[in-house]
C-alpha cells in the first residue's frame, strides 16, 4: 500500500538554527500538507501546496516557514531559525485531489533544545 | 473560519463495552468530516469520512459515525471496544470544494482496560 514517508524520524537542534523536514508523499498525489501537533495538544495545519505553489496557510505559518517541492518526490518544510516552542510533531500529509482522503505520515519529532 | 469540539478528551471502557465519542463542528457551509485515529507512536490513519449521501458512515474496525446535519455533529460509535482500540482519535472538518485544509478537533484518548 502506498505510504507518506518522513524523514528524518526525530530532530534535535539547538534553538537560532535551521531544519529541513523531509517528506516525499504519495506518488500520484497533486495535494501536499503540513501539520504539526505540540505534546498534549490538537494536531494544527501549517500549510497546504498545490501546482508548485502554496494554496493555503495558517497563521502559525510566519515568515520562518517555508516550503519547497525541489524535486518530482520530495516535499520539505524549512524552519529557518527554530525557538524552543517550535518543538512538535510535524506530519506531513498528501491526497489526490482537493476533497479526497489526506494520507499522512508518520512524524517528525522536531525537539528543539 | 470552521472548528471543531471534542468534548470527551479521556475516556476509559472496559472491552466489550460500547463507545460514543462526540463530535461538534462549526462552519456555515457544506463540509466534509473525518475521523482519524493515532495508536500510540503511530501516524493518523483514517478511520472514516463522509462526504454526501447516507449520513450513517461505516469504516474500518468496525467504526461507525453518523452525521446529524441539524445538530453540526458527527459522533463517533462502536458497539464493542476491544484492547487493541486503545489510541487517540480525532475529529477533522474541511469545507467541502476548493482546497481548504483539514481542522482538527483537540482529540479523545481512549483507553480500554481487558
New interface residues.
Partial sequence: EPEVTQTPSHQVTQMGQEVILRCVPISNHLYFYWYRQILGQKVEFLVSFYNNEISEKSEIFDDQFSVERPDGSNFTLKIRSTKLEDSAMYFCASSDGPNTEAFFGQGTRLTVV | AQSVSQHNHHVILSEAASLELGCNYSYGGTV?L?W?VQYPG?????LL?Y?SGDPLVKGIKGFEAEFIKSKFSFNLRKPSVQWSDTAEY?C?V?P????????????TRLQVQP
Fill in positions: 466534509n473525518f482519524y503511530q501516524h493518523l490513519q483514517l469520512k462526504f480525532f477533522a474541511k467541502s470544494g476548493g482546497r481548504r485544509a483539514l481542522t482538527f478537533g483537540s482529540g
